[in-house]
């Protein structure tokens, strides 16, 4: 049984709370609260969420590339 710390082998098992770039997510949510969802003055805060994500995927492919299906 794998322990809390550890990550989960499947993105599945994984709860989006626990994203590295859930506090980005959450702040886009805010300015859209905050500007009546108008999604021009909020740019800034999904570019940065953008970029988090993709180094979040970026990172997770390469622990994959050490992981072996068959082991």
Known sequence: MASKDSTPPYT????FSD???FPQ???SLKCLEEFS???SKCQEHF???KECKKKER???LE???SR???S
């Open 25 to 27: 997510y959450t702040a």
């Open 19 to 21: 994203s590295l770039c």
């Open 63 to 65: 622990r994959n590339k």
């Open 12 to 15: 599945s098992s994984a709860r």
């Open 47 to 49: 570019d940065v969420y």
């Open 58 to 60: 970026e990172a997770r």
């Open 37 to 39: 969802s108008d999604k």
């Open 68 to 70: 072996s299906f068959f």
